[in-house]
């Protein structure tokens, strides 16, 4: 056996760890389809096709094609209990049969006033349905089942009131033993055009009086995504939240970087810091200059004081699953099968679960 083909490695097969998926972005073509002709002939939707709305093979969304895919499509085709729960199951039979072992799905509560849904109803389907999901289909063969926490996303067009309710909702659904499925964290997302997240400090300033009383809920935060909102001044507000991870970092200065590295290294609390990195999206989107190559996954995975966790964001609207991800990554920047499986296992030192699941997937993920 040669050198290339003992390093050769089955990425599906790979135990990994997803922590940066949206719900609704990480619906496939083929659900979405599915959901389209039942509900076509119920005479219960005037959509076009999704198959034809978002060709199979079309990944070249920006963030202005972005943005009003959901709201003008996706979000008007999964608008009750029916589809929302249909969709959840397909991602998480998805995410299960790439080998993903344990996933952090996060998603905007959303009301479904035609079907009679509010928010909180809307997050408990979530919940119940990954509940259900753990509880009826253990997996054939492999590594072991996978495990799901839920994030709770503020858009950044939310009014404070808005963020105020997805923290209740957060605080209502958060279970601090993290014994079941619960809410463990809330994020930061949405259109990086909308300003004024400065308002948002009570709801995701970790330091935050509310925030305070409930220390084992994380905070992970989209950061420096396109270049209106990477500023020095909001990042530095960002990062004063701290927040437990962020997510892209793409448009950093000097300045933000070495920050960020603090957070890791600090003294208050040393830990290594987790960045949850998406490659397909940054480069199919165009929200970094040139290919796969000049991602910054090559400047901060051997960054002693972060944790690098590659993630998909949007597989349904980019197409690369995570175990595609993890080929990509060995491709271009040249790691091998013991760098490979060191990169998926350091993940599980910034997951949002507790330590039961952290020694759990520390039996199962190869090393
Ligand atoms: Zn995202």
């Known amino acids: 056996m040669t050198q290339s083909q003992k390093d050769e490695i089955d990425f599906t097969a790979l135990p990994k760890i997803e922590l940066h998926a949206h719900l609704s972005g990480s619906i496939s073509r083929q659900c979405l389809h599915e959901i389209w002709l039942k509900k076509k002939a119920e005479g219960k939707t005037d959509l076009e096709d999704p198959l034809v709305v978002m060709p199979e093979g079309k990944h070249d969304y920006d963030l202005k094609t972005f943005f009003p895919l959901f709201s003008t499509y996706t979000y008007r085709l999964i608008d009750d209990a029916w589809s929302l729960r249909y969709s959840t199951l397909s ?15 996060r998603t905007t509560p959303r009301e479904m006033p035609a079907a009679g849904l509010d928010k909180e109803d809307y997050v408990r389907l979530v919940l119940d349905t990954i509940s259900q999901y753990e509880a009826a289909e253990p997996p054939a063969s492999g590594p072991g089942m996978m495990h799901t926490r839920l994030i709770l996303s503020v858009d950044r067009r939310n ?44 709801v995701l300033d970790s330091r935050a009086p509310r925030r305070r009383l409930i220390p084992t809920l994380k905070t ?3 950061f420096a995504e396109a270049e209106c909102s990477s500023s020095d001044a909001e990042l530095s507000t960002l990062l004063s939240w701290q927040p437990d991870r962020i997510g892209h970092v793409i448009h950093i200065s000097q300045t933000i970087r070495e920050a960020i590295v603090a957070r890791g290294g600090g003294t208050d609390e040393k830990r290594p810091y987790g960045l949850e990195l998406c490659l397909s999206c940054n480069v199919h989107a165009g929200m970094i200059s040139g290919g796969f190559e000049e991602h910054h996954f090559g400047e901060w995975w051997q960054e002693k004081d972060c944790v690098v966790v590659i993630c998909t964001d949007d597989v349904g609207v980019f197409g690369s699953k ?20 060191a990169l998926a296992r350091r993940g599980i030192d910034v997951i949002f679960a507790g330590e039961d699941e952290k020694a759990r997937l520390r039996e199962i993920m190869w090393t």
């Open 91 to 105: 991602v998480l039979r998805d995410f299960a049969a790439d080998g993903v072992v344990y996933l952090e799905l």
């Open 159 to 202: 009014t404070l009131p808005e963020a105020q309710h997805v923290l209740s909702l957060a605080e209502k659904f958060h279970s601090p033993d993290d014994r079941n499925v619960n809410v463990v964290a809330l994020d930061l997302c949405g259109d990086p055009s909308a300003p004024d997240i400065y308002k948002f400090a009570p």
């Open 220 to 222: 992970t935060l989209h």
């Open 322 to 341: 995570l175990s595609n991800e993890y080929a990509l990554v060995a491709h271009h920047f040249g790691l091998g099968r013991a760098e490979i499986c």
